[in-house]
């Protein structure tokens, strides 16, 4: 680990470029960095003399923790943390209210009120044009687009860019961050795409079902509905959260033979019911024919029209 100590304010402006630019790892500070300082690249704050000044703290704290995606990772690591106790959205209640995590036996978790309410702050941060600067900063520092669940698990909401574009994959496009392929994709299933993004869920059973046949190689084929259930049952399972979202009742390790009409009912009535009848204003994008689910707009069994 290369160190740097100078009294001189030069020095230091030239120890934080290098820092910034990745040819210091660390700099060591006393009294220096309180206020006034904004070092987005750093990625820990090491406080190696304890403070009894919650003023202080956040000060010295503060340098670490401004809104650069590559600093708030740490809002991921604390999402993932809370999530033991086997939800998804602990994050937020956790920050924002009185409400303790849920966590296996003999894990905790301790926050003091000043750092909760600083955290909180930070998880809620950004407006559109925040959003906006977040993913161009973090597809530059990773060479690769973000996707949308990175910038939500980092604190923003991508969400919000909805009224400016219509949809992240139409953000994405604006941005020049689609392919040929997919920008012909995103041509074609506009009004879909937009209505995965706001279609009401309160577990992830209407997401897994589309995944199914995505997998399955059959979104255009089709997909008989037993297998788009039990294939919707196997993904369940690889994720421990989206397991916890099966009713207890109805919660399997596997599905035998004697548990397939069961778990097909219990499949069809939610997500399938959901996506093949249609609400007021809502269009209806999927619907059954025999066996197979497919698109209302074409003759051969389809899951989805495109």
């Given amino acids: 680990?290369?160190?740097?100590?100078?009294?001189?304010?030069?020095?230091?402006e030239l120890s934080l470029r290098a820092l910034a630019g990745g040819d210091l790892d660390a700099v060591c500070a006393v009294d220096l960095f309180n206020e006034g300082v904004d070092v987005p690249a750093i990625d820990r704050v090491i406080m190696l003399r304890p403070t009894e000044s919650s003023v202080l703290f956040l000060q010295q704290l503060g340098r670490g923790l401004r809104a650069s995606p590559a600093t708030k990772v740490f809002l991921e690591r604390v999402r993932t943390l809370?999530?033991?106790?086997?939800?998804?959205?602990?994050?937020?209640p956790f920050l924002e209210s009185d409400e303790k995590a849920t966590l296996p036996e003999g894990c905790t978790v301790e926050l003091e009120l000043e750092a909760k309410q600083l955290l909180a702050r930070l998880y809620k941060s950004g407006g559109a044009?925040?959003?906006?600067?977040a993913y161009r900063e973090l597809r530059d520092a990773q060479e690769a687009r973000p996707t949308a669940g990175q910038l939500q698990r980092a604190g923003y909401l991508p969400g919000i860019l909805r009224e400016r574009y219509g949809s992240w994959f139409e953000f994405v496009g604006s941005e020049g961050d689609l392919d040929e392929s997919e920008r012909s994709a995103l041509a074609a299933a506009q009004m879909l795409l937009r209505e995965v993004e706001t279609t009401?869920?309160?577990?992830?059973?209407?997401?897994?079902?589309?995944?199914?046949?995505?997998?399955?190689?059959?979104l255009f084929t089709g997909l008989p509905l037993r297998e788009l259930a039990l294939g919707a049952h196997a993904i369940l399972r690889r994720s421990p959260e989206f397991f916890t979202?099966?009713?207890?009742?109805?919660?399997?390790?596997?599905?035998?033979?004697?548990?397939?009409?069961?778990?097909?009912?219990?499949?069809?009535?939610?997500?399938?019911?959901?996506?093949?009848?249609?609400?007021?204003?809502r269009?209806?994008?999927?619907?059954?024919?025999?066996?197979?689910?497919?698109?209302?707009?074409?003759s051969t069994p389809t899951f989805m029209r495109r």
């Fill in 129 to 133: 044009d925040e959003v906006e600067r």
């Fill in 283 to 298: 269009r209806v994008w999927f619907q059954l024919d025999g066996s197979a689910s497919h698109s209302r707009h074409h």
């Fill in 82 to 92: 809370l999530s033991l106790g086997g939800r998804r959205d602990a994050v937020r």
């Fill in 245 to 281: 979202d099966i009713a207890e009742a109805e919660r399997r390790e596997s599905i035998t033979a004697a548990d397939e009409r069961r778990w097909l009912t219990y499949w069809r009535k939610n997500p399938i019911d959901s996506w093949t009848t249609g609400k007021a204003g």
């Fill in 1 to 12: 680990m290369t160190t740097r100590s100078t009294g001189r304010s030069d020095s230091r």
């Fill in 200 to 218: 009401e869920m309160t577990r992830s059973f209407k997401m897994v079902t589309l995944e199914a046949p995505l997998e399955a190689d059959a």
